[in-house]
């Protein structure tokens, strides 16, 4: 259980808001602290990556794309870059921009497709490209898939290890308990998937899928999340309000929503689990 933790309705929505501790599970004596030293996979990515490929990644990485000889308009930015095993690779983390921007979504496509071609960008190599989904966090089912599965199939060799897990949860959740860590999915924030486009749900719906062939917890875990989301806003107020966190007119986004969750696989913290706060 999450120390402290409470709920509050808010007086104008009626939804509830879980006021999480998460630094009082992991031993940081303040959020601030939390945030500054370790603050998620988001901000902890970069010592992931040094954890488990043992290099530092350059940031910001220029990329052109070139014709005729010649780099042509802006570069494009890759978040991370190194070469690992004669492979140039690449990990862009993909924020909620990503889902929600038509345009975003195809310049996405145009970049990737040059980072592959190496008649297309002024390196001429072939980028190898890793995506992290801005919803997605370090749990061992996501770490074997990432730097495992994915890293076999673009990188020709797994750079996975127990050993490198532990120590990668360590330096971004300051715990080395897998059961401690926050689960993937939605669980805060504004930008939900109801704030996706067309392209941006489908983008999301073939990644979780992807993912969850091998390791069906993500999806699980995804799903766990929304499904709280979706609690604390209706419960107080009108049904209807879930509207704000997934497209209910939606089929498809239906069909990949609704099945049965397995407790097997809902060994993480969801600050909105009820068992995690008082709702006093």
């Known amino acids: 259980m999450i120390k402290n933790q409470k709920s509050q309705i808010n007086p104008t929505t009626n939804f509830v808001n879980p006021k999480y501790k998460y630094h009082n599970l992991v031993g940081v004596k303040d959020e601030k602290t939390f945030k500054e030293k370790y603050g998620y996979i988001e901000k902890g990515f970069a010592?992931?990556?040094?954890?488990?490929?043992?290099?530092?990644?350059?940031?910001?990485y220029n990329v052109y794309n070139t014709k005729n000889g010649k780099n042509s308009g802006s570069p494009f930015r890759c978040d991370f870059y190194n070469c690992i095993n004669n492979k140039h690779v690449v990990f862009e983390f993909n924020g909620p921009i990503h889902y929600q921007i038509p345009f975003k979504i195809l310049t996405d496509k145009r970049k990737n497709s040059i980072l592959k071609d190496p008649s297309k960008n002024n390196h001429e190599v072939r980028f190898e490209v890793f995506k992290i989904p801005y919803y997605m966090q370090l749990t061992k089912d996501y770490a074997k898939f990432l730097f495992q599965d994915v890293a076999l199939e673009k990188i020709g060799r797994s750079f996975y290890s127990e050993e490198k897990f532990k120590s990668a949860i360590k330096a971004i959740y300051n715990t080395d308990c897998e059961n401690k860590i926050f689960a993937p999915g939605l669980h805060n924030t504004l930008e939900t998937i109801a704030s996706f486009c067309e392209d941006g749900l489908e983008r999301f719906m073939k990644e979780v899928d992807e993912m969850a062939v091998k390791y069906p917890s993500i999806k699980h875990q995804i799903i766990k999340s929304l499904e709280l989301y979706i609690d604390d806003v209706t419960q107080h107020t009108n049904p209807e309000m879930k509207k704000l966190i997934i497209p209910i007119q939606n089929e498809k986004f239906n069909r990949f929503y609704n099945f049965k969750l397995n407790e097997k696989y809902l060994n993480c913290i969801f600050i909105r689990e009820k068992k995690n706060y008082d709702k006093t």
């Open 47 to 60: 010592k992931c990556l040094k954890i488990f490929f043992g290099v530092d990644f350059k940031t910001e």
